[in-house]
């Protein structure tokens, strides 16, 4: 299936990106799943989110880290529909707790772990300006 074009979420596909999102060491926990971030890359182009996911077997087999998976994509597709902000190198991974939460406080631990991000974003940006 192909994604529209006006789509605000585009999928980290190689390991480096997921690396160079760990290296920067900004996370977010909340009880359903941790977000690490990064401010995009403005030489890579593109002005959409760009967006990955890992669950580690620490969370279970293979059928319950797919499920986790499953529901941090359906999570992210329901928050990111619009695209109005700068963009950020996302990475969302599951925990244990991540399907035993109501998919309601999924929806919010992921809204809160987002504004959370935003805010340390600009913290950042405004830095970068002042200097």
Do not use: C
Not at 3 to 27: G, W
Not at 29 to 56: C, M, W, Y
Request: charged share 35%; proline share 2%; no cysteine.
């Amino acid at each position: 299936m192909r994604k529209a074009q006006n789509d605000p979420v585009e999928r980290m596909v190689k390991r480096s990106q997921y690396l160079r999102v760990a290296r920067a060491r900004k996370y977010v926990a909340s009880k359903g799943l941790i977000l690490q971030f990064e401010i995009k890359d403005p030489n890579e182009g593109g002005n959409r989110h760009r967006v990955g996911f890992t669950v580690s077997k620490k969370v279970g087999n293979a059928v319950v880290r797919n499920r986790a998976r499953r529901r941090l994509k359906s999570v992210v597709n329901d928050v990111l529909t619009s695209s109005e902000e700068r963009p950020l190198d996302l990475v969302l991974i599951g925990r244990v707790s991540t399907l035993k939460r109501s998919y309601d406080e999924l929806l919010g631990d992921f809204r809160f772990a987002l504004k959370s991000a935003r805010t340390r974003q600009e913290k950042i940006i405004g830095r970068a300006k002042d200097e």
